[in-house]
């Protein structure tokens, strides 16, 4: 079985990647035995739509195809990657970099709990902004990849989690206006400071299916307006 074993020599030829904020995954066939891992980064041996080895440690490995060693860490092989099981030996490279400057737009009117004067009362908003995040769980994350491309964009994955992304920070905001007690005006002067708690809450377990986790967002822009009326069908 093929794993990866720590390699201390010095060696030139070597298969690395390098990333950008856009990408967030790289796959490479294997013609150098020896992949480099940078800060930031996990990769993962794949065959056959079966992830046999991963290291997240900065280093250098050899890819070894014997017995495994004793004590050795049990792979992630609990599932198939989807269109991938024709596909010879890989390794795939991932982003765990925060990806950052990621825009969002909620045109439909949310319901936010406003705080004025020590009391609350609900209001409707249109925000737009930005928001970061990173692949927390890269098993996951590759689990919800259509097959195995050679290179996987953010925009690839934004479009995928648009509506989880927009309900998280929906619920997120209306989180730390109970938190901090923010009147509108307060929480659009001080949006950039505050930090989606994410640790210690569970509005984002969509995202967290996906392998996603948000770790920012900001507010450019919001307008108070009317709550969206609802259109009956005349039957």
Same mark, same amino acid.
């Given at each position: 079985?093929?794993?990866?074993?720590?390699?201390?020599?010095?060696?030139?030829?070597?298969?690395?990647?390098?990333?950008?904020?856009?990408?967030?995954?790289?796959?490479?066939?294997?013609?150098?035995?020896?992949?480099?891992?940078?800060?930031?980064?996990?990769?993962?041996?794949?065959?056959?739509?079966?992830?046999?080895?991963?290291?997240? %440690?900065?280093?250098?490995?050899?890819?070894?195809?014997?017995?495994?060693?004793?004590?050795?860490?049990?792979?992630?092989?609990?599932?198939?990657?989807?269109?991938?099981?024709?596909?010879?030996?890989?390794?795939?490279?991932?982003?765990?970099?925060?990806?950052?400057?990621?825009?969002?737009?909620?045109?439909?009117?949310?319901?936010?709990?406003?705080?004025?004067?020590?009391?609350?009362?609900?209001?409707?908003?249109?925000?737009?902004?930005?928001?970061?995040?990173?692949?927390?769980?890269?098993?996951?994350?590759?689990?919800?990849?259509?097959?195995?491309?050679?290179?996987?964009?953010?925009?690839?994955?934004?479009?995928?989690?648009?509506?989880?992304?927009?309900?998280?920070?929906?619920?997120?905001?209306?989180?730390?206006?109970?938190?901090?007690?923010?009147?509108?005006?307060?929480?659009?002067?001080?949006?950039?400071?505050?930090?989606?708690?994410?640790?210690?809450?569970?509005?984002?377990?969509?995202?967290?299916?996906?392998?996603?986790?948000? %770790?920012?967002?900001?507010?450019?822009?919001?307008?108070? %307006?009317?709550?969206?009326?609802?259109?009956?069908?005349?039957?």
């Amino acid at each position: 079985m093929y794993y990866l074993a720590e390699y201390k020599e010095q060696e030139k030829n070597v298969l690395e990647c390098e990333f950008n904020n856009d990408i967030l995954f790289k796959k490479y066939e294997i013609n150098n035995n020896i992949i480099k891992v940078n800060k930031n980064q996990l990769v993962c041996l794949i065959e056959k739509g079966r992830i046999l080895d991963y290291k997240d %440690t900065q280093g250098e490995y050899i890819v070894e195809n014997n017995k495994l060693p004793e004590k050795y860490d049990k792979p992630w092989n609990s599932f198939i990657i989807r269109d991938a099981e024709t596909q010879s030996l890989c390794a795939v490279f991932f982003n765990k970099s925060i990806i950052t400057n990621n825009k969002y737009i909620i045109n439909d009117p949310i319901k936010y709990v406003n705080w004025k004067n020590g009391e609350e009362k609900e209001i409707y908003i249109k925000i737009n902004g930005t928001y970061n995040f990173k692949i927390q769980d890269s098993a996951k994350f590759l689990s919800k990849a259509i097959g195995l491309s050679s290179i996987y964009v953010k925009q690839e994955l934004i479009e995928r989690i648009r509506g989880f992304v927009l309900n998280s920070i929906q619920i997120g905001i209306n989180e730390l206006s109970k938190e901090y007690k923010l009147d509108i005006d307060t929480l659009y002067s001080k949006s950039k400071e505050l930090e989606i708690k994410l640790k210690q809450n569970e509005y984002d377990v969509k995202l967290l299916e996906y392998g996603i986790k948000l %770790t920012y967002f900001d507010i450019t822009n919001f307008e108070i %307006t009317k709550k969206k009326k609802k259109f009956l069908k005349k039957s």
